[in-house]
């Protein structure tokens, strides 16, 4: 539970990180948003570094999540339902992440 929580919050801190200044070029929002983006995509990069396994795999996985969290976005936050091309290819995109993550040590 602990990995996909991280994962989740990476995944959140990330897309943040990256809809601020989205905000800020496509829809003339203020520049200073600049400033919490770039905070976010550094929390980003720090939660990636609390995983216990090698980069590589943490990136891999963190797909995944980054995959089902962005179709979360697109409903929550863009306003557009997902359709169901966009459930079944988050789904199969968080089913590798499981393999990926939670694999036998």
């Known amino acids: 539970m602990r990995t996909l929580l ?18 800020w070029l496509r829809q003339g929002a203020p ?4 400033l919490p983006a770039a905070a976010s995509l550094a929390l980003f990069a720090w939660l990636l570094t ?8 943490v990136y891999a ?8 969290a962005a ?3 697109l409903w929550a936050v863009d306003g557009v339902r997902p ?11 968080l089913a590798g992440m499981a393999i990926i993550a939670f694999q036998p040590r």
């Open 61 to 68: 996985a963190y797909g995944g999540v980054y995959i089902g």
């Open 71 to 73: 179709i979360a976005w």
């Open 83 to 93: 359709t169901a091309w966009d459930a079944a290819g988050a789904a199969v995109a």
């Open 50 to 57: 609390l995983h216990d396994t090698a980069s590589g795999r």
């Open 31 to 34: 520049v200073w948003l600049l």
């Open 6 to 23: 991280l994962y989740l919050a990476t995944a959140l801190a990330e897309i943040v990180g990256c809809y601020l200044p989205w905000l």
